[in-house]
């Protein structure tokens, strides 16, 4: 069983430091921060901005980002609520990159929601509560959290956007800059493309379920499409939290990173203290900062 | 059928530039690149260091590092030819993290193998061949490619290390750094986890059939490990490609990564010039550069 215990014992590893004799005190590791975490250090999810998505395997919860990209938000809650997505398929996973769901016949109507919508791939980040990292990082000036999400900030420029980390929801669109109503979503499944941020409006996360879409067989044609509709995963329905009765919603509650607690925990990520490290990183990229989520205590 | 063409264009994109009327002539895209290739910009992969290791959905190729594990490298051969792996499993699968195959049972014994391997965690960057990229990075001073591996340098102390990108794999180890010994691989299958250069062997990378182990059902208990024995995936063999008769070898070729051709692909990742791109990006992560791989000609 011993041999079980090899790898990375950095999540729920068992450090005995407080037992070793020592001069200085170890940094907390991760798992350490959060026993030590407060109820004012969690938030819950707005049920008016999360998304069920229902497909074979179970259930993926989705938390939309209207402070970055009001309209595409809006455009989707509206196709939700008008039952656009229900009986669609994931038509594409692309190995290392996304998965994506799609009218695979493109002739549903978008019903009340708009087929255009303006380009939402930055936004003005004066006033976001941004939590900067010191974190050197080659694709922005500057990154940090705003409110669970991974943003990049240009001071220059003045915008602020999200980043293409792991779980993040896009809005797929054609050369276009308008041309993405929300019809067709992607989430990221492999190593960060950040070389779409700021080119794509980015939506959302998954903060449930992302095993359910990170396993699905890889499309074998180009760009990870499913090649044969027998191949399509059914997205059977789609729902607004506050569509669903509250006894069948999802009771989670996800870190919040405006807080001091928050900046600990990356911390202790940025630099592990557990035995198993010999070198610290002495860095931490903005989309390995792990997204905490908890059932509701 | 439009809707397919949404997002990303990025691979198979056919970019219309050459016949739009342009005073400055448009970058290569990477097809382009590739496409303009010549016999010399690929390698074959050697026999001695190429594996095959044989789960339920086919074959995975794999190429080991001896240039940066060499008794790492040395231990796995001798437990591959003496069967070592034959009927293990993959007992772990964490989401956005690694896949990792071992004796469940861990009473195996490894024959002629060592039981500890001294630590192969860098190497001396002194005669490496290294294409280095202009590209910040904030885990090592220095990133760049040595004979297709992604490799971090520090000029100030002289080693090189590879790098824990997508698709990489390792040998786990127990706290005691010379505890690995080459019986229990992991594969990087998420978000590069970066932090654990240099405090690891990595003994090789996968060249094909990643996709056979990054859709691998996760497992549920702590850190992804499998809960029960009926979940675990058998490695049905491991091989050596040169105990494999010709015929039944991979022919492949891996794009070379000491060329004037590699250094236009990573460019043309750097700053995409297809007509989707709205804002290049400036900049390429050292894990964000595709490998390259594909059938002999």
């Known amino acids: ?164 980390c792991y779980a993040m929801v896009g809005v797929g669109r054609g050369n276009e800059l308008d041309s993405g109503n929300g019809a067709e979503l992607y989430v990221v499944t492999g190593q960060a493309p950040r070389q779409l941020d700021r080119n794509i409006a980015v939506v959302g996360r998954v903060v449930k379920g992302m095993e359910l879409l990170s396993t699905l067989p890889r499309g074998t044609g180009a760009m990870g499409f499913y090649e044969k509709p027998g191949q399509y995963v059914p997205i059977q329905t789609v729902r607004l939290a506050t569509d669903v009765p509250p006894g069948e919603r999802e009771k989670l509650e996800v870190l919040r990173t405006d807080t001091a607690t928050f900046m600990k925990l990356v911390e202790s990520r940025r630099n592990r203290s557990d035995d198993w490290y010999k070198v610290p990183a002495g860095h931490i990229d903005l989309c390995n900062v792990p997204m905490v989520v908890r059932p509701q205590p």
Chains 1, 2 share one sequence.
Request: aromatic fraction near 10%.
């Open 1 to 164: 069983m011993r041999r079980f215990g090899l790898v990375l014992l950095f999540v729920s590893g068992v450090v005995a430091a407080a037992d070793a004799p020592s001069e200085r005190p170890r940094p907390p590791t991760m798992a350490e921060v959060l026993a030590a975490t407060l109820p004012s250090d969690w938030r819950g999810l707005d049920p008016g901005n999360t998304l069920y998505l229902q497909v074979p395997g179970g259930r993926v919860v989705i938390e939309l980002a209207p402070a970055f990209a009001p309209l595409h938000a809006a455009n989707i809650r509206t196709l939700v609520r008008e039952k656009y997505f229900d009986g669609l398929a994931v038509v594409r996973s692309q190995d290392n990159f996304v998965v994506q769901w799609a009218d695979p016949d493109g002739k549903r109507p978008l019903g009340t929601a708009r087929a255009t919508v303006p380009p939402e791939f930055t936004v003005p980040s004066q006033g976001l509560p941004f939590a900067r990292l010191p974190d050197v990082d080659g694709y922005a000036p500057e990154v940090g959290f705003v409110d669970g999400f991974p943003v990049g900030r240009d001071p220059r420029t003045g915008e602020a956007w999200i980043a293409h």
